[in-house]
């Protein structure tokens, strides 16, 4: 996307497993396989190729204010939990490259010699790139799995997870997999969009009008299997927004950002770029899509 491995950002790495290639948004090859004991066939089924579409995430990415928004919720929660106590341990589930990690911590100005890094991704040069681009950041080594070990690894302080869940296999295996790194005093931090988030609604509706389910998780999945695993948590809730110069391209762009190429292609015409029109504002002739997202913050039950 812009610049390929270097800048997506840590949800956008699952795209390999079985494909041949890399893809890239916010994670979507494997779909997280690494936590998955299923075959490949139930895995294709939470699978959304980003790998023809770099093109389209780099604008998104390039026109959305939701990273930054992210990041600074994240280091208001992150000090106010006491989450910055040295030293500190911390776990990126979905990694990708890193780039965001690095960012975080870069704005968090973690001395390195207090800091211990390890990163979860399944698309092993995306895990390779991470390794290379946080090691800075860290003291020693980042350690790094495609998956987590077993009963092999110690606990981590902190556990982030960016944007990452919709594309897990198994949403609930995935908690129970994260809680075995989480000691008493360990918080996961879990971001995925609001059911009021425009994205999520166009997902809703675009998948409707092809007459098919919408083959990706919803924060509602997240927080029955964070009950489930017994975890107490909390959701904080911050606002973003998309907006671009409303132009055939450009919706043609986030269409297929949405969309993936080949659910793009099973729209006749321009249904699917007239779709965005709803989100245009007149006076600025901009699309402006509002995007909602929910931080969950978990923590094992006393």
């Known amino acids: 996307m812009r610049c390929l491995l270097a800048r997506f950002p840590f949800w956008v790495f699952f795209l390999l497993c079985g494909l041949g290639h890399i893809s890239t948004r916010s994670g979507l090859g494997c779909a997280m396989s690494a936590f998955s004991d299923k075959e490949d066939e139930a895995v294709v089924k939470t699978m959304k190729d980003f790998g023809?579409?770099?093109?389209?995430?780099?604008?998104?990415?390039?026109?959305?204010?939701?990273?930054?928004?992210?990041?600074?919720?994240?280091?208001?929660?992150?000090?106010?939990?006491?989450?910055?106590?040295?030293?500190?341990?911390?776990?990126?589930?979905?990694?990708?490259?890193?780039?965001?990690?690095?960012?975080?911590?870069?704005?968090?100005?973690?001395?390195?010699?207090?800091?211990?890094?390890?990163?979860?991704?399944?698309?092993?040069?995306?895990?390779?790139?991470?390794?290379?681009?946080?090691?800075?950041?860290?003291?020693?080594?980042?350690?790094?799995?495609?998956?987590?070990?077993?009963?092999s690894v110690a606990p981590f302080d902190r556990i982030l997870s960016n944007h990452v869940f919709y594309y897990v296999p198994d949403v609930g295996k995935a908690v129970a997999d994260l809680k075995h790194v989480m000691h008493e005093g360990s918080k996961l931090y879990v971001v995925m969009a609001s059911d009021r988030n425009h994205l999520l609604v166009?997902?809703?509706?675009?998948?409707?009008?092809?007459?098919?389910?919408?083959?990706?998780?919803?924060?509602?999945e997240l927080e029955a299997a964070l009950g489930v695993n017994r975890l107490d948590y909390e959701v904080h809730?911050?606002?973003?927004?998309?907006?671009f110069e409303d132009t055939l391209e450009n919706r043609t762009l986030i269409a297929r950002f949405l969309l993936g190429d080949d659910n793009f292609r099973k729209f006749k015409g321009d249904e699917a770029t007239q779709y965005l029109g709803r989100y245009r504002d007149e006076a600025s002739g901009q699309i402006i899509m509002q995007l909602e997202d929910h931080i969950f913050v978990a923590k094992r039950k006393q």
């Open 52 to 151: 023809p579409i770099q093109d389209a995430y780099a604008f998104f990415e390039a026109h959305t204010t939701e990273e930054v928004i992210i990041r600074n919720e994240l280091e208001r929660l992150w000090r106010q939990d006491g989450a910055l106590s040295l030293p500190l341990s911390i776990l990126d589930f979905g990694t990708g490259a890193g780039d965001m990690l690095e960012r975080f911590l870069t704005q968090l100005k973690i001395p390195k010699e207090q800091l211990s890094i390890g990163v979860v991704e399944p698309v092993e040069v995306a895990r390779e790139v991470a390794e290379k681009r946080l090691v800075p950041h860290s003291h020693g080594r980042v350690a790094s799995w495609a998956a987590i070990p077993a009963g």
């Open 202 to 220: 166009a997902w809703n509706d675009y998948f409707a009008m092809l007459g098919e389910p919408v083959p990706f998780h919803r924060s509602g």
């Open 237 to 243: 809730t911050v606002h973003s927004e998309l907006a």
